[in-house]
């Protein structure tokens, strides 16, 4: 009796290197957050659009005005273009997932957006402000949570979700997280490539690399432990190509990011109620896109050794479990809580 | 309601707090806080109640609901009967004035407001169950070409098992007795008719989306005060009304009270249908208990809900719902979820409200 092709259910993970969207029609999306303007009437002219975003932006981004709404995790504040970056981030995913089809047609469209764990109140209400009158139902929740509930891990399990700009916890105590139930670090992705890049610049003074470069060859090659091979990369050193190994710089920062988050783990651990927390301990999910880097849920298990020893799962799907989750969640919501909800 | 579902209920709870807090700019906590607080207050107001001057107005209020009683045999079979005005009038500004703020049973019933309530108010009992086999005759409903499966059968089977499920308990009136075309119009009077206390309608799901699957629960429509609901459940005891009678009543005054008790059931037939076909299909979708403005669900008098079973469009549900094993945990979980929302009547009227 009831008709879902008129209705449109969204998870969204909005994240700082990249975003996702999943919807209840299948469509599964994932675009960089970046959002850039043509700088002038040439630019625009060459780029043929007002806006774009993901690969493209940073591709294009000499002729851009590009914008990281949520650097370190977090909406910016007090600019009023990263407002609009990151209303045109949601709306072209939004987009991607055939939202305004939908409701064209007279559905409705509701959504779930995580965002950090410890994100700001103005932080969420400033991603609800940016989601006004994209959407007819919205539930802002916190990313890990997501995760964890799109997992069915609801109940004494702890998701350590290891973005680019922020690494999230939450353990699950069979309530909805509060606060101490959460922590974010802004050790995560984002920190490592700084740290990278700053020792290769201490190390390689004549190298020229972007940022940009830094990152993919950390997502490439970044390892904890035991290095999988040598990591070699080609760069102009003083406007010569030479091949420089960057291994010990590789392990070096990407090692860096280990204790931080093991110590926060062990921390929100060691509040769990003492009978529940070897159950916990076997029950940590890693997620995020810095969660692929190998190596480092073997690391955050040897941190529990002395505790007991605990198990690490690294999620197969770090892109989409975000927004996966979200969608889960914006499925098993209450109507009830929906009419609560408007977007 | 097995402890998986109340687990994700509290947490969804929490998570529709956590977003009306944000939009209402509240500091966190703030509803949790203030609903602990209302609690609170309203058994501090009820021990007071019963121990003080208050029972003045209470056992006005219960006088006027005794006099009902007394004249129940006379006017059950008086659909349209309301209180009456002066009733009405006479405990309000007492029982306001008592309370200082202006809400009880006052504000209830003042100026024939339709408010919800608890149903303590005056307990009741579930005697007769009317099971409509959705669709039938003419009307096949869905279909499911590969396996030749009609909806209207498959409504009619499980509703026939359910029948043998609850005779035992209950009188239970069936709104179509074999592949017969009986209008919507025609089921609901059948129900009204016979004075049923619950109506349960049985119909299976078709969606576009092929992978969809599960099953749903519908009810007409809620509304819920707790304050109101726990303050006149504590004064209005062993009445002996049945649900029929306390709707055909308090029609005037708690319009409410119907769609909150098909609420209710909704939740009880929604959670038991999850928890008995989770055992044999581990794929089963709860899609949740929602409001809908069904014509069966509208024109009926007591409290009814629409099941929609599972979803014929899914090739694996289509599948088991050709299993007769299926088919008949399919009417053990109605069976369960009416009995279950039956027993916590039971339990409530006899002051047992754990």
Redesign the interface.
Known sequence: ?????KHLLVGIDLGTSQSSIST???VRQVVDSYVGWPVDAVARKILKREVLFGADAVENRTMLEVHRPLERGLLKEGSDKDQQAIRELLSHLLELGGAPEVRKNGGKVRAVVGVPAEAL?VN??HV?EAMRGLVDG????SEP?AVA?GLDA??HAMVVDVGAGTTDFCVMK??????EDQRTLVNAGDWVDDQLYTLLGERHPGMSVSIHTVRGWKEDYGFIGKAPGKVKVKIPVGGVPSEIDITAEMKEACENLGPPVAEAMLDLIAGVESEYQATVRQNVILAGGTSKMPGFGQYLEKAMDRFGGGKVKVVKDAVYAGSDGGLV?A???????WE??PG | MSGRRRLKRRLFEGLAEDNLELIRNQPRGTIRRQRLARQKKVRRRRRALLAGGSLVVVAAVVLTLGLRTDARADRAADVGARPSGPVVSTAAPEFSTESGEGTGLGELVAGGQTRPFDRGVIPLEVRTVVVDAGHGGKDSGTLVPAWELFEKDITWDIAERLRHLLEPEFDVIMTRSGDQTVPLKERTRIANESGADLFVSIHVNWLPDREARGFETYFAGATVDPFLEELAAAENRDSGFSVADTRRLLDGIYSGVRLDESRRLAEWVGSSLFDTLSRANDEIVDRGVMRAPFVVLVATDMPAVLAEVACISNNREARLLGLQPYRQRIAEALYSGIAGYAREISASDKGDTT
């Open positions: 009796m009831t008709d879902p092709s209840s029609a299948g109140r969420k209400q609800r919205l539930i802002i929740t949570f509930y609801l109940l069979g309530r909805y997280p509060t606060e969640l499925q098993d919501a209450p109507k009830t809580d609560k909800l």
